[in-house]
């Protein structure tokens, strides 16, 4: 897929430098889980995050009929986290007329979890109109749209565009749609669905952390069940503690604003 907006630069040098953590899929289904990875990063100064929010988790209820869950959503961003909107199911339904290569992308890669992928423009529209109302029910307001597995299609993106968001986030960008910059910056994630997966997240994100050292933005993705595994939280835990060393924690929101202030 063509990326509509090939216009990329990198951050001005008055930009600080910046660790964005973000925690997907956070919902009803995932809130308790996403509280005790929040706690577990504060303990390691991780102060603001990016929460992306699924508005109706695999169809398992509408964050607008969760007070509880509300509440909790609306504390936790006046504590200084920013909430996002991640899909709305977060949920692709798989197509017998799918070719190979969408079938690799959508159910090995993401294990049916590309929502967004290939969306035409009138579904996407009103799944995003959908989830502002839902994340509206709930006394929050999101500036920003991620896409399940970053796998954002281009029909989709202009709909996220005309849906009014100022952002969004692949795997290895973050779309500024306000200013129309392209900001390099690959983002840290674990897979975890197998124990071959673990390894190899293990060895690679310590290779990437450390190729990312010198980079304007550090991002670092996590999943619930991250925190079921001992030696991935070990290494989320270490990696964050250790960037904080020589950059502030932000959210995409907050790290934008930044990017975008005059000189």
Known sequence: M??????????????????VVSI????????G?????????????VTRTSLLVI??????????SDARFGAWLRERCTEGHEAVVH????????SRADGPWKRVVTRLYTAG??????????????????????????????????????????????AVRKAGFSYTTRIG?????????????????????????????????????????????LRVGIHPPDWDHPAIRRQILE???SALAGRAPMTYDGWLAHTRAPL
């Open 173 to 217: 960008e973050v779309i500024d749609f306000q200013s129309g910059v392209v900001h390099p910056a690959r983002s840290l994630v674990w897979s975890v669905r197998a124990r071959w997966r673990r390894v190899c997240s293990l060895a690679w994100n310590r290779a990437l952390f450390g190729r990312l050292s010198g980079s304007p933005l």
């Open 239 to 241: 990696i964050a503690r």
């Open 55 to 64: 508005p109706d988790h695999h169809h398992r209820g509408n964050i607008a």
């Open 87 to 94: 899909g709305f199911y977060h949920l692709r339904e798989g």
């Open 33 to 45: 889980r996403t509280q005790d990875i929040l706690d577990d990063l504060r303990s390691v100064g």
């Open 2 to 19: 063509q990326n509509s907006n090939s216009h990329k630069e990198n951050c001005s040098s008055h930009v600080p430098r910046a660790m």
């Open 24 to 31: 997907h899929d956070v919902s009803p289904m995932t809130r």
């Open 113 to 158: 979890e590309g929502e967004f992928y290939d969306l035409d423009a009138t579904s996407a529209s009103e799944r995003l109109d959908a989830g502002k109302a839902a994340f509206a029910a709930c006394g929050v307001v999101a500036t920003g749209f991620v896409a399940p597995a970053w796998l954002l299609g281009d029909e989709a993106e202009g």
